[in-house]
């Protein structure tokens, strides 16, 4: 919602907004021309507005949303004004249960890379090509979840599967990464799902391409396939990693997705003229995604990593890559679960998947845009892990907590708010 605000003020548009929380994001958008307000109040709301755009964060209860309903005044959902967006121009649209963001990073910073003077006060833009950019996390390279570039031909977006709000796209290059079960509470099982991906690989323009992780190609029909992954058959094939700038054996997989993308995006632009060795060095400059194996403490008695792994299978590739960089060190992990649903639906899969740590800590569930579920609670996420040094800790507890037990290696997981104990966390 942020990179499309910004995208708007750039277009010299009137931004007002709404947020239930204020965070640095919101007031780096205040700063930059928004006016944006914290209350659930209908006086808030300016006049003459020409069009609303919401997300499914916003509950259907929701003071100001029932006003614009009233009032009928033009309501879109943030995938459809995207999709009005890209619609306009050649679009590399990259989708997945997980690796969306750091894939969409990683493009973007492809095509389009960050150059900071020595002197460290100007930054410069060097492009393949002019791009507009948004991205579902703050790209540390830009320090922004949006890039633009005056006269963009290119459009890259992270294309979210919740909702089905990435089949308001129509790419040139469609990215796959993954198609794990997720939001279940939206598909019902994962056949759904993944009948859901391949409705999205059947708007991909009629030139276009599709790519996607060789171990799930299988499962999505396209007549233009191009895939990427550890086995000989794959047609961008993982060997010989050397000094790869993000820890991972899925970042790895993710920056040879962004890698194809950009190459048959670029194949299929300049009519199969491009450098492929300027692609590999910007990658190799490429300094990871906030809040996506976020290294906030490197000390030597003191690591601390924060990162929005909220899946069971993105938490034990989060965790996995944490064991192989600190095999020797007691390693404790803090989870916040992320909706009541998702905690139901896979309640035993993160059991499993966070029992690997040394010490494990739940905070509460992290409702969102749900209500309680009875029975659903982070005590009985507890109750299902064998590992016997685990604990609930409410909110509150938690700093104090730490600073009298001072961990080796502590990770912060989880989409919710965690991510606002990450200063204080820093300071232990």
């Not at 959902?77 to 590399?92: D, F, Q, V, W």
């Not at 990683?106 to 100007?122: F, G, H, S």
């Not at 194809?260 to 990658?283: I, P, R």
Request: charged content about 20%; proline content about 4%.
């Amino acid at each position: 919602m942020s990179a499309l605000a910004r995208f708007f003020l750039l277009q010299g548009k009137q931004v007002y907004g709404y947020d239930l929380t204020e965070t640095d994001i919101t007031q780096q958008l205040i700063t930059e021309g928004a006016q944006i307000h914290f209350e659930e109040d209908i006086n808030k709301i300016p006049k003459n507005v020409d069009v609303v755009v919401y997300t499914p964060a916003i509950p259907k209860d929701h003071q100001e949303y029932q006003y614009f309903i009233e009032h009928q005044i033009l309501i879109l959902k943030r995938s459809e004004i995207l999709g009005m967006i890209c619609s306009n121009y050649p679009t590399i649209a990259v989708a997945g249960t997980h690796g969306k963001t750091t894939t969409t990073a990683m493009v973007t910073q492809m095509l389009c890379e960050a150059e900071k003077q020595k002197n460290n006060l100007t930054v410069l833009h060097s492009y393949v090509l002019p791009v507009l950019s948004f991205i579902g996390g703050i790209a540390k390279n830009f320090d922004s979840n949006f890039v633009y570039n005056s006269g963009f031909d290119t459009v890259i977006v992270e294309a979210d599967e919740y909702d089905r709000s990435f089949l308001t796209l129509h790419p040139q290059v469609a990215v796959i990464t993954s198609l794990d079960a997720d939001h279940l509470d939206v598909y019902g099982d994962r056949n759904c799902l993944v009948e859901s991906f391949q409705m999205f690989a059947n708007q991909i323009q009629p030139t276009g391409t599709l790519v996607i992780y060789d171990e799930i190609a299988g499962q999505i029909e396209h007549p233009n396939k191009i895939t990427y992954g550890f086995s000989e058959k794959a047609n961008y094939k993982v060997s010989d990693i050397q000094n790869f700038p993000i820890p991972g054996k899925h970042n790895i997989l993710n920056a040879f997705a962004a890698f194809a993308a950009c190459s048959e995006y670029l194949f299929w632009k300049n009519n199969g003229v491009f450098d492929s060795q300027l692609l590999k060095n910007s990658l190799s400059r490429f300094t990871g995604v906030k809040r996506r194996f976020d290294v906030c403490v490197q000390r030597d008695d003191f690591v601390y990593i924060d990162d929005y792994a909220h899946h069971p299978e993105a938490i034990s590739a989060f965790l996995d890559a944490v064991k192989n960089c600190y095999p020797e060190k007691k390693i404790t992990g803090v989870f916040q679960p992320h909706l009541y649903s998702r905690t139901r639906d896979f309640a035993q899969e993160f059991a499993d998947s966070l029992e690997v740590l040394d010490e494990i800590i739940l905070l509460d569930i992290y409702p969102a845009r749900e209500k309680p579920i009875e029975g659903i609670t982070s005590n009985y996420l507890l109750s299902l892990i064998k590992n016997e040094n685990k604990k609930l800790l409410k909110k509150e507890e938690l700093v104090a907590y730490l600073q009298m037990n001072r961990p080796e290696v502590l990770l912060t997981m989880g989409a919710g708010d965690i991510d606002r104990f990450v200063k204080k966390l820093e300071l232990l």
